[in-house]
């Protein structure tokens, strides 16, 4: 080959115009044939060209449309449930459909699948310790509109095309609600789910996770956020109400028809690529919209929500954010940062103050680029919230005792070194559960990522400390299995210094969390939230075992 499958898709991956991309999907390679008789190819595919004209963005009228806020999800009713006895709890109906809407004012109205019929979803907001029902119904049609692979495990083709489960991520949840994925339900099914609400307030979201096809189902758009609200929180004073704006960013490749475009590879029986990078950024569903804000603060939920790009965050008018939260809520202290960078699952949030901006049009940028353009207002309510220099206590866990266990992110190549499937601890989704922790139990895990990308690492149910980065030596690896560092461990930045739920773990480090398992024993996944490595075999279950 003249070029590496995994160079070609990240030189593809870091294009933004589509005139570009048909460069570089022109550009020459050969690809060695699969032999014939496997059960699973062999070899890597080539990304294909698109089938259909790519919308060029550049040529799209910008911040022509108003950045849509999110419904709040209403509860349908009360309801009992066995867990709290004697208890009528709110309970809601999300139901999973099909809808159209226009991703910009020129463009044709794009399919997509939503909660409620809308990308993001409605939000759940939810106090803590108040526990909630919610009915997940799958009310999608029978047939997929984005390409499945029957070669990836959990997505066979004696599986129903249209399945889905849906995970809160972030939550602290019962087993039995945690959106297990190979619970997934066809449409006209749905399932009730429980969630006690005990933790800390934070920005959750819910999404899709149904086995092998969780990237084409968040792709088409099943996702909503899930906001946690306690006292604590709210005695701050932080920007609240409509000065609190939940901000999902994601990438998608957008037809001139309007239509999603999901990549493919060369191969139509294995279309599954490594990774999906967009032609067009969306802020809550929307291309290059803009939000009418006062010259105040505000708080900004940023989250990454797409299937396998970093974003790299900025503003104009030499403005800082002040992150002030991170996955599980808020960091101890608010931390002025120029740029943010959230890998897939990530959030921050952070509090931008445009006090003495009126009349200006200050730009959220990513890679550079304007993507969301605020239009500050020239008036303003009095701004009486505050941006407190303390946030909240996060006494570092205690790890003297602390079981370690070192586990491995890798790829599974074929013979030209081109990655044919990810795995975990060199493990496939199917093999033996082999992390069994004990509930109530402080245990370290080390990520020695033996590939050449970065890797966002979730765990469900648990909330976690990042401990540090250090550099490793990948040949001592592969030749004796001996971790052998290179250098100096790295802390975290202040920004990591909270609780988080999803680590991104860089090439060759080995990257170092302190984990307390709080949660009812029961089965729970952890998996890398790249959805194209998620769904190919880069998920690995978990049991919490009785404390
Ligand atoms: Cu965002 Cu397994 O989840
Ligand atoms: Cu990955």
Redo the contacts with the bound molecule.
């Keep these: 080959m003249s070029r590496s499958r995994r160079e070609f898709l990240r030189a593809a991956g870091t294009l933004l115009g589509a005139g570009l991309l048909r460069d570089v999907l022109a550009s020459p390679g050969t690809v060695p044939g699969a032999m014939a008789g496997m059960p699973m190819r062999a070899t890597a595919a080539r990304l294909a060209a698109p089938k259909r004209p790519l919308v060029n963005p550049a040529t799209l009228a910008p911040f022509v449309d108003p950045l849509p806020l999110p419904a709040r999800a209403r509860p349908v009713g009360q309801r009992a449930h066995p867990a709290w006895p004697g208890r009528l709890l709110p309970c809601y109906r999300m139901e999973m459909r099909a809808f159209a809407a226009r991703l910009h004012r020129d463009l044709p109205p794009t399919p997509q699948w939503g909660y409620a019929g809308s990308a993001p979803g409605p939000t759940i907001e939810v106090e803590r310790d108040q526990p909630v029902l919610v009915e997940w119904a799958n009310a999608l049609p029978a047939r997929h509109f984005l390409p499945i692979d029957h070669t990836i495990h959990g997505a066979e083709a004696d599986k129903p095309e249209v399945r889905a489960v849906t995970h809160v991520h972030g939550a602290r949840v019962p087993a039995d609600s945690d959106g297990w994925p190979e619970d997934w339900y066809v449409p006209g099914r749905s399932a009730l789910s429980r969630y006690p609400n005990a933790q800390d307030a934070a920005t959750l979201w819910y999404h899709d996770h149904a086995m092998g096809i969780t990237r084409l189902n968040i792709y088409a758009g099943l996702y909503g956020a899930w906001l946690v609200r306690d006292a604590q929180e709210r005695a701050l004073g932080l920007p609240s109400g409509d000065c609190d704006v939940p901000l999902f960013l994601c990438d998608r490749l957008v037809g001139r028809d309007g239509q999603l475009y999901y990549p493919v590879s060369d191969d139509p029986a294995a279309p599954w690529v490594m990774q999906c990078q967009g032609n067009a950024v969306l802020c809550n569903g929307k291309l290059f919209p803009y939000l009418d804000v006062e010259p105040r603060r505000y708080r900004l939920r940023l989250l990454n929500v797409a299937n396998?790009s970093f974003f790299e965050l900025a503003l104009t008018h030499g403005l800082a954010f002040q992150q002030i939260g991170s996955d599980q809520g808020l960091l101890p202290a608010p931390v002025e940062r120029s740029q943010i960078t959230l890998y897939p699952a990530e959030r921050a949030d952070v509090v931008v103050d445009f006090a003495g901006l009126a009349g200006q049009r200050v730009q959220l940028q990513l890679h550079g680029g304007g993507i969301l353009e605020f239009r500050v207002g020239d008036r303003g309510r009095r701004d009486d919230s505050v941006l407190p220099l303390r946030l909240r206590s996060v006494p570092r866990l205690d790890i003297a005792a602390a079981h370690d266990r070192v586990l491995t992110?890798g790829e599974m190549d074929d013979a030209d070194g081109n990655a044919l499937r990810?795995l975990l601890d060199g493990k496939h989704w199917s093999d033996p559960v082999s992390e069994r922790p004990h509930a109530g139990s402080v245990e370290t895990w080390s990520f020695v990522n033996l590939?050449g990308?970065?890797?966002?690492?979730h765990l469900h149910l648990v909330r976690f400390q990042v401990l540090d980065r250090r550099p490793f030596d990948l040949f001592a690896w592969n030749a004796r299995r001996q971790l052998k560092y290179t250098g100096p461990a790295q802390p975290p930045p202040p920004h990591e210094a909270g609780w988080k739920d999803t680590v991104r773990a860089d090439p060759g480090m080995v990257t170092r969390i302190a984990v307390r398992f709080e949660g009812e024993p029961g089965r729970y996944v952890w998996?890398?939230?790249?959805l194209?490595?998620?769904d190919n075999e880069?998920m690995r279950p978990y049991e919490l075992l009785p404390g």
């Design positions: 396998s992110l990810m590939s990308d970065a890797h966002p690492v998996h890398c939230h790249l194209e490595h998620e880069m």
